[in-house]
T-cell receptor
């Protein structure tokens, strides 16, 4: 069964702490994503990676960084957590498709619910 | 204006009813569309793709209207287990980072 695994389901951190969220996929997918989901705002893309060491900023990258040293692993880093980063964080992956060869179907991890106090 | 808009609901319908909801998109360059289902406190999961000719999967029917830039999802003979949030997704193909999710429509099926 296809899987995206996020390391922590629930985290509670204090303002100013450094936070690491880890995501691992076993599908050999090229693309990996980090989203955050907030009530009324839907899913917003933080960062996207299309290959090892490659990344693109999403809609809300401020306050976040990412690392992709291996194809299967995509990490989200909050250098100095703030209360407005309290949210549900969702990692996803997808196979790379060509412009005319198909659409991106995302497989999500179970999510990491982060609370920053 | 949001790029993908959905009525947030909730839609509260009795078991066995037929329910439909729409999603509008603003980017005419969008190529592919999907419906994802998200259960409470769970991750989104692909429900079905939406094809230009319309497609059906059991009790679920998805339609695409490119001229009016909306997609729809129809659920017939609704079950209690259909209670979830349904997310509309537009994919412009140009880059996976440009995939846009709607905020979701919440559906609640009552006995």
């Amino acid at each position: 069964d296809v899987k995206v695994t996020q390391s922590s389901r629930y985290l509670v951190k204090r303002t100013g702490e450094k936070v690491f969220l880890e995501c691992v996929q076993d599908m050999d997918h090229e693309n990996m994503f980090w989203y955050r989901q907030d009530p009324g705002l839907g899913l917003r893309l933080i960062y996207f990676s299309y290959d090892v060491k490659m990344k693109e900023k999403g809609d809300i990258p401020e306050g976040y960084s990412v690392s992709r040293e291996k194809k299967e692993r995509f990490s989200l880093i909050l250098e100095s957590a703030s209360t407005n980063q309290t949210s549900m964080y969702l990692c996803a992956s997808s196979r790379r498709v060509g412009y005319s060869s198909g659409a991106n179907v995302l497989t999500f991890g179970a999510g990491s619910r982060l609370t920053v106090l | 204006r949001k790029e993908v808009e959905q009525d947030p609901g909730p839609f509260n319908v009795p078991e066995g009813a037929t329910v439909a909801f729409n999603c509008t998109y603003s980017n005419s360059a969008s190529q592919s569309f999907f419906w994802y289902r998200q259960d409470c406190r769970k991750e989104p999961k692909l429900l079905m793709s939406v094809y230009s000719s319309g497609n059906e999967d059991g009790r679920f029917t998805a339609q695409l209207n490119r001229a009016s830039q909306y997609i729809s999802l129809l659920i017939r003979d609704s079950k209690l287990s259909d209670s979830a949030t349904y997310l509309c997704v537009a994919d412009p193909y140009s880059s996976a980072s440009k995939i846009i999710f709607g905020s979701g429509t919440r559906l609640s099926i009552r006995p």
